[in-house]
Nanobody
Framework: QLQLVESGGGLVQPGGSLRLSCAASPLSVDSFAIGWFRQAPGKEREGILCISTSGGTTTYADSVEGRFFISRDKVKNTVYLRMNNLTPEDTAVYYC?????????????WGQGTQVTVSS
């Protein structure tokens, strides 16, 4: 079993930045493809970015291209989502998830989510 714990969410003004963390235990985070997803009120869950076991990245959402970046720290066993130039449309609960195989999988493990609110 893999446990994922997200953190780093909060309230930020439009144009601001946040870095979300997805801490994994007890297995190594680089044994999985790790994806970030979000769900806004009244909307379906949306895939954002994924980092594969080899370190390659996949962007699911065109709306975050050039603003959001995914990275991985093997020592801290954590995957990060750096979000820049945030807009109110980025307001959502953000989740990380892990898949044993690839960024195109069904995702086997999910975190509990962290709220991001973009508002002035």
């Amino acid at each position: 079993q893999l446990q994922l714990v997200e953190s780093g969410g909060g309230l930020v003004q439009p144009g601001g930045s946040l870095r979300l963390s997805c801490a994994a235990s007890p297995l190594s985070v680089d044994s999985f493809a790790i994806g970030w997803f979000r769900q806004a009120p009244g909307k379906e869950r949306e895939g954002i970015l994924c980092i594969s076991t080899s370190g390659g990245t996949t962007t699911y959402a065109d709306s975050v291209e050039g603003r959001f970046f995914i990275s991985r720290d093997k020592v801290k066993n954590t995957v990060y989502l750096r979000m820049n130039n945030l807009t109110p449309e980025d307001t959502a609960v953000y989740y990380c998830a892990a898949d044993w195989v690839s960024c195109l999988g069904d995702y086997d493990y999910w975190g509990q989510g962290t709220q991001v609110t973009v508002s002035s």
